[in-house]
């Protein structure tokens, strides 16, 4: 299971791609452009933050569907 997540840097605006099963509140990982740390917490004011989130968890819940 290595579905990736397309994540967008708040600061930079800069894409980069993470695994969905890490991709969690909480879970936190530096931009490849710029070295900012990217925070992923579902109260973050970044839609694009909020959307990684969800798609993360979404592919989670199928992962978890087809076994
Ligand atoms: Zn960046």
Redesign the pocket.
């Known amino acids: 299971m290595s579905e990736l997540i397309r994540v967008q ?1 708040p ?2 605006g ?1 894409t980069m791609k993470e695994k969905a099963k890490k991709i969690r509140g909480g879970y936190s990982m530096p ?1 490849t ?2 070295a ?1 740390s990217i925070v992923f917490e579902s109260e973050s004011n970044n839609s694009a933050i909020r959307q990684a989130l969800s798609q993360a968890r979404r592919l989670r819940r199928q992962a978890m569907a087809a076994h």
């Open positions: 840097c600061k930079c800069g931009c452009h710029c900012t």
